[in-house]
């Protein structure tokens, strides 16, 4: 028996010979490993779908732990990720975002959905690093980390959240804000967080945020998610080196 699932390859190891063993985020299963059989053969039909970048229909039978790629087809190829730098950073931030933040075997259909709609729109539009914001602060509230907002996240009150802590989970106001040790933000940052978490994609090309308000938008998030996947997240720091991300001349 067989069941078809879409699906993303998030990595791929060689295993022996002609055979690879793939992590895919799929739509139905979640992350999964998947041995895919032949796939360096140059007559396999699988080839095309394991290269990186591409969303793809995969077939797949179970075999024990595993499963087995039986066949597939590709569904969108996103080359215009693959051929610029910033484009195949961002994706491969993506990916590994996924792979460090999903258990195996549980699906999430909705993160699922957002991812395509992520790499649509990078295959589609210049590289900016709000999207990756975006995909985060998402990527958080549906895996259940959702960052408090609205209300200081250690006593509750509302005004004055001009603090942030990735420990007390969110905004934290100035009285308690000395005790937790929090990073003093922007109002702004607040504001740009919050229009981010309740809005669809398609807000992202009428944002306008100064480099400054970008800056902190990313230190938050960037602590939260290392804070609560407890883990370096490295490529990030690649990013960096490699483009000067942080010298703010993307926003
Ligand atoms: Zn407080």
Redesign the pocket.
Known sequence: MYRGTEALVLKAFDLREADQILTVFSRDLGKIPVVAKGVKKPQSSLRGMVQPFCMSQFYLTRSGEMYLMTQGKIIRFFGNIREDLDKTLQALYILELLDKSLADYDPHPRLFKLTAEVFNYLEDNPASLILLNFFEIHLLNMLGFSPVLHR??????TEDLSFFSSSSGGV??????PSLKADAIMPAVQAVLNTLSRSGINILPRLRITSAVQKQVERVLEGYLEYYLERKLNLKNVMRTLKGFSNGKDN
């Open positions: 200081c996240s250690n006593c509750g009150q934290v106001c100035g009285r308690c804000a």
